[in-house]
């Protein structure tokens, strides 16, 4: 195998030996699923179709819905911090709902939908540790960037992939999801003088931030890449490679939803950086669906959704 598209390396898909590629696809028995790795090589991202019944949404919400009404078990990230939840809080452009997709019941059975973990364990080569769940109930507004700048994965910062779930019809003016397809393979940012592909505010400051941005912008210019907006049915879900340029469009109506889950992926055997941040006992895997697995940052592992608490949670796996 030749090296990568990234100077920090890869997953197999990544490999600039397109020979070697085309090789690991073959051994992919259902076409169905091929042609999908295909695509997510070729454009950065796949569209699953119905990835998850309307019975599933429809029993994650009803969970979400109780728990919105027990705030003090949910926790918001909003543009100007992480807050306690309230429903007005969790309207506005740019809050996240943090953690739903572990702490909820059904949230495993959303994250860790089967089209999704076959497409995951495909790629991955091993089980999914998921993390950093969000969910969004209008649109994040979010520039557009790339994962890998935020969301860190321990001396592998590009295996990272992402899943974005439709949890109703999405319409226009909402402020879809936008992204440049192709846009993983533009040409490569760092940080800390080519050393880190990660950014971190006290070491690289705002400019360098901002230099990102324009960077994505310049290049998807420069490559004549359009940018798309996605506009699913409910229960379809996009998954999208850890460079694939995103973010939230414009919101152009006002109070119109966008309910979604986004769920981000490493592979079982590695953690998030954020691991060397938290409690000692907070650095388990929690065994999910299939033999997959979540953990979270921001909630110890013991905590349900509904106000109980009960040690193991679910069942933990050993680190």
């Known amino acids: 195998m030749g090296g990568f598209h990234s100077k920090f390396g890869g997953l197999w898909i990544d490999s600039l030996d397109r020979e070697w590629v085309n090789c690991k696809l073959s051994t992919i028995s259902d076409p169905a699923l091929r042609q999908d790795v295909r695509t997510f090589i070729d454009k950065g991202y796949v569209v699953l179709n119905g990835a998850v019944s309307s019975s599933r ?21 909003a543009p100007d911090g992480r807050k306690s939840f309230s429903r007005a809080e969790s309207l506005k452009p740019g809050s996240r709902v943090l953690d739903t997709g572990m702490l909820l019941p059904s949230g495993e ?13 495909t790629i991955f080569e091993e089980k999914s540790l998921a993390f950093q769940t969000l969910h969004f109930e209008v649109g994040s507004t979010q520039d557009v960037h790339q994962d890998t700048a935020f969301v860190v994965i321990k001396q592998e910062p590009l295996k990272l992939i992402a899943s974005w779930i439709a949890l109703e019809d999405i319409e226009s003016g909402s ?31 705002h400019e360098a931030h901002q230099a990102h941005y324009r960077h994505l912008q310049d290049e998807a210019a420069r490559l004549g890449l359009a940018l798309a907006r996605f506009a699913p049915k409910t229960g379809d879900a996009l998954l999208w490679h850890a460079e694939l340029p995103h ?26 950086v954020y691991w060397d941040f ?16 979540f953990t979270s940052y921001y909630f110890p592992p013991t905590q349900f959704a509904g106000g109980k608490q009960q040690p193991g949670w679910r069942v933990r796996i050993a680190s």
Not at 278 to 292: H, L, M, Y
Request: charged residues 25%; glycine residues 10%.
């Open 57 to 77: 949404i429809d029993a994650y919400l009803e969970e979400y819905e109780a728990s919105a009404d027990m705030p003090e078990f949910l926790q918001i990230a």
């Open 109 to 121: 059975e959303l994250s860790f939908a089967p089209k999704i973990s076959a497409f995951l364990e």
């Open 175 to 205: 402020g879809e999801l936008i992204y440049y397809p192709g846009g993983h393979r533009i040409k490569e940012y760092s940080y800390a003088n080519g050393t880190s592909k990660h950014w971190f505010s006290e070491r690289d400051g």
């Open 247 to 272: 973010g939230g469009g414009e919101i152009t109506i006002p109070g119109r939803s966008r309910r979604s889950l986004v769920t981000h992926y490493c592979p079982i055997s590695l953690e998030p």
């Open 278 to 293: 938290i409690p000692a006992d907070w650095r388990n895997k929690v065994e999910a669906r299939g033999g997959n697995a």
